[in-house]
């Protein structure tokens, strides 16, 4: 059966989302098959925060806790782009005459909004069995004393939408010679592809080149951070802007920043539903905490007022016990 089938996409978007992000296609098309749910591990205040004001905040690369890995996604990009160039060059100019030094002078004059204007929300993939733990491993990274997982439905985030110009992809951990092996198959995809790829056209196939380089850049981490499995909600103003998501400072953690703040409210026109809190929450679990039993009773009762049914059945406190 194919995953995309109930969704409203052509028979070229698909060919086209699986040549040019070829292993992002892969883990779209197995989440959307296995129901996938993704979880957002944050502080029980910034969860909160999620609820009553029906948005979820995307931050800066550069604030982010893990900010160099763009530049290890950047590293690996560059290099297998210097070792392979030849093979590049060959494939796409044979398409487009003088298409590669094009693409590449267009690539860098947009990298230093890349690392600049980039805002990304980090969600990981969520699994039956933590259900009722949570991982381990996210609740020491995250959310400090009072960590809480908020476990959503994937399916809004893996339809694919415009709606907000704010674009859902998985994360992949790869060495710099499994990057390599990647890039390659994908080079010799191109090829064996040429003839389509030169039908629809020189622009066309320099702004999905451009998407396959920045996302190869933003979403590659080094394997050591695997058990993270996620996925990132990335948007950046400057190059693909939205009117429905606003831009705020804030201060996080003490440091004042300018964040963008995702609304989740349903856009059916244009393709985003399930999106609201209610339809959106599959459950709520409370880390290890020293006051659960409180934060349990506390979410409920913001849920029920959110319209959440069922509130008191969606959140759960981890029997993780709490290390002091």
Known sequence: MDPFSNFDISAEQLRIFSLFHPRAFKRTASAITSN???????????????IKNEAVWARN???MNDFMELEYGLECLTSSLAVHRERYIEVFDNIFDGFTAEL?????????TIRSDTYITCLSEHLATEDTLGRLSMWRAYGGQTGVAFVVSGKPFLTPSDALNAYTSPVEYLSRSQFEQEFIQFI???QGNATWVKSLGRDTV???MFAALRFAMLCTKHPGFHEEREWRVIYSPKYEHSKKIT????????????????????IPEEGLTGIEVPSLLDRIIIGPTQYPVEMREAFIDVLEKAGVAEAEQKVIISDIPLRT
């Open 206 to 208: 320099k702004a999905y």
């Open 247 to 266: 831009i705020d400072v804030e201060s996080i953690g003490g440091t004042p920043q300018k964040v963008c703040k995702i609304p989740l409210k349903d």
């Open 188 to 190: 010799e995809s191109i």
């Open 61 to 63: 690369s550069s604030c």
């Open 36 to 50: 996938q749910r993704l979880v957002h591990y944050t502080s029980a205040n910034t969860a909160l925060k999620i």
């Open 104 to 112: 590449t002078q267009y690539f860098n004059d947009w990298l230093p």
